[in-house]
């Protein structure tokens, strides 16, 4: 079973930048697809950035494109989430999962494991 273990997150102000990470183990032959969620108070959760286990295929959500980078080293099942030109509504809970289904820019979390969260906090 893969688990993911996050790291990161914090308080910054508008403009700032953050770098997320989440780190996936599991089955050592194994890379896994990726993804980065965020749940703000009062709102669903929400996929904000995936990634192909290939490193081949990445999404994004149309609030983040340009803003937000999601990138992995493989050979540590490592992902990471750089946020830059953070805006208020950024603020949320940021969610690692890894080992769902990621195909055409969609991400299923029905397969693998969620991480436990980090707190990202944009100030005005």
């Known amino acids: 079973q893969v688990l993911a273990v996050e790291s990161g997150g914090g308080l910054v102000q508008a403009g700032g930048s953050l770098r997320l990470s989440c780190a996936a183990s599991?089955?050592?032959?194994?890379?896994?697809?990726m993804g980065w969620f965020r749940q703000a108070p009062g709102k669903e959760r929400e996929l904000v950035a995936a990634?192909?286990?290939?490193?081949?295929?990445?999404y994004y959500v149309d609030s983040v494109k340009g803003r937000f980078t999601i990138s992995r080293a493989n050979a540590r099942n490592t992902v990471y989430l750089q946020m830059n030109s953070l805006k208020p509504e950024d603020t949320a809970v940021y969610y690692c999962?890894?080992?769902?289904?990621?195909?055409?820019?969609?991400?299923?979390?029905?397969?693998?494991?969620w991480g436990q969260g980090t707190q990202v906090t944009v100030s005005s």
């Open positions: 999962h890894a080992g769902g289904q990621y195909s055409d820019g969609n991400y299923v979390t029905s397969l693998g494991s």
């Open positions: 599991g089955r050592a032959s194994v890379t896994y697809n």
């Open positions: 990634i192909k286990g290939s490193g081949l295929s990445t």
